[in-house]
């Protein structure tokens, strides 16, 4: 079992920046491809960035590319979204997740943070 809890989730102006971060506990954090997704009210969930177990590989949804930036410290059982130039359209309720290094399926889900970006 891995839990997940996140955190950084706010109110910002569009154009401003926010910083979430996802701590992990129950299991061994470096077994765990990491992600981040959203989603805004009456919209499905959809993908935001992903980040292997190493930190040596990320990706990201087009719509946050140049924008936001995943990170990880595997000492610190903890992942980052560092999000820059923010636009309204960025409000929603961000997860993280894990997902095991051998599966693309993500087991493991956060409760949310939720990010306003007011305009």
């Known amino acids: 079992q891995v839990q997940l809890v996140e955190s950084g989730g706010g109110l910002v102006q569009a154009g401003g920046s926010l910083r979430l971060a996802c701590a992990a506990s129950?299991?061994?954090?470096?077994?765990?491809?990491m992600g981040w997704f959203r989603q805004a009210p009456a919209k499905e969930r959809e993908f935001v960035a992903a980040?292997?177990?190493?930190?040596?590989?990320?990706h990201y949804a087009d719509s946050v590319k140049g924008r936001f930036t995943i990170s990880r410290d595997n000492a610190k059982n903890t992942v980052y979204l560092q999000m820059n130039s923010l636009k309204p359209e960025d409000t929603a309720v961000y997860y993280c997740?894990?997902?095991?290094?051998?599966?693309?399926?993500?087991?493991?889900w956060g409760q949310g943070t939720q990010v306003t970006v007011s305009s």
């Open positions: 129950g299991h061994t954090f470096s077994s765990y491809g």
């Open positions: 997740a894990a997902r095991p290094t051998s599966s693309s399926v993500y087991t493991y």
């Open positions: 980040i292997s177990w190493s930190g040596g590989s990320a």
